[in-house]
């Protein structure tokens, strides 16, 4: 009795995945694995000395602390000045649309050009200064640039749009069914935001909360530009840099490198914990 041959055949999906796999393995795991394995392997000593002399020396290991002190109140004032005036933004005007260009233009200027703009408006000559004195509402020397402050000012600058898109993204994409049903129980506009919106929109805040914590954590360009390098803006990647390119010790910088992503996970991982404490269900349907 002949056995029956089965041809196996692919689906199409499983083609469309196995390049996008690939890729993300190209690009993300094979260059993770070869700084991991760079990291363990020092000029000399042992196969922890990288880690060892991060955490031992008096500037590096104070780095993630000055990192965390400016990426996480950044990442707290981009969500919680995007979160209102996304939820006000929630309805279709005649003005949406200019709005909504306007408060995304640091997006299309870059770091760069939004530190060169704030040399030139909150220098220590700058215009906003010379205003401010001008007017004797600040007879002091106001220093908005080249310090702490200035880095703040830049990542809010330079993050807040993205937070205000993704978080109008997600909100518009609540069915305002639920709304007008909390309305004939009775539910005013606060009670619904605290009820209905929040609770729905909590997973969308976690997500928008760790990509806007990930780009924070990274500064570099604004922490140079703006900041003290070598004083209270000596953020982690600086440290990076400066032994990839100045020591020309790659390990320790890969060492660095490390130390830098597990701190995002862990933070990344700690907010998306919390995140399963509220609703997970279904929140968008049909808006007719």
């Not at 990509?211 to 530009?225: H, I, K, T, Y």
């Not at 597990?262 to 349907?285: D, E, H, K, S, T």
Request: net charge positive; hydrophobic share 55%; aromatic share 14%.
């Amino acid at each position: 009795m002949a056995i029956p041959i089965q041809r196996v055949t692919f689906d199409r999906t499983l083609l469309l995945v196995m390049p996008a796999a690939l890729f993300m393995m190209l690009l993300f795991i094979y260059p993770f694995l070869y700084g991991l394995l760079l990291s363990l392997n020092p000029p000399e000593g042992d196969w922890l000395d990288n880690y060892q002399k991060f955490f031992t020396t008096d500037n590096l290991w104070p780095t993630i602390w000055t990192t965390l002190r400016l990426a996480v109140p950044v990442t707290l004032i981009n969500v919680g000045l995007a979160l209102p005036i996304a939820f006000k933004m929630r309805v279709h005007t005649r003005y949406q649309r200019w709005i909504t260009t306007i408060l995304v233009v640091p997006v299309s200027l870059g770091t760069v050009l939004i530190a060169e703009g704030m040399l030139t408006y909150f220098g220590p000559k700058g215009w906003l200064v010379q205003t401010i004195q001008f007017l004797h509402l600040y007879e002091g020397s106001i220093r908005l640039t080249h310090n702490f402050w200035g880095v703040l000012i830049s990542l809010v600058i330079s993050g807040f749009p993205f937070c205000f898109l993704l978080i109008l993204s997600y909100i518009t994409g609540i069915d305002p069914a639920l709304a007008r049903a909390a309305a004939t129980l009775g539910a005013g506009r606060a009670d619904q935001f605290r009820q209905i919106y929040l609770p729905l929109l909590a997973p969308g805040l976690a997500i928008c909360f760790c990509l806007a914590f990930v780009q924070s954590f990274s500064v570099f360009p604004s922490a140079v530009l703006l900041g003290a390098p070598a004083g209270p803006t000596r953020v982690i990647s600086i440290a990076a840099y400066e032994a990839a390119f100045e020591q020309y010790d790659y390990s320790l910088a890969s060492a660095i490198a490390m130390i830098m992503g597990f701190v995002q996970l862990l933070i990344v991982a700690a907010v998306l914990g919390l995140r399963n404490l509220f609703y997970r269900g279904p929140a968008m349907g049909g808006k007719g």
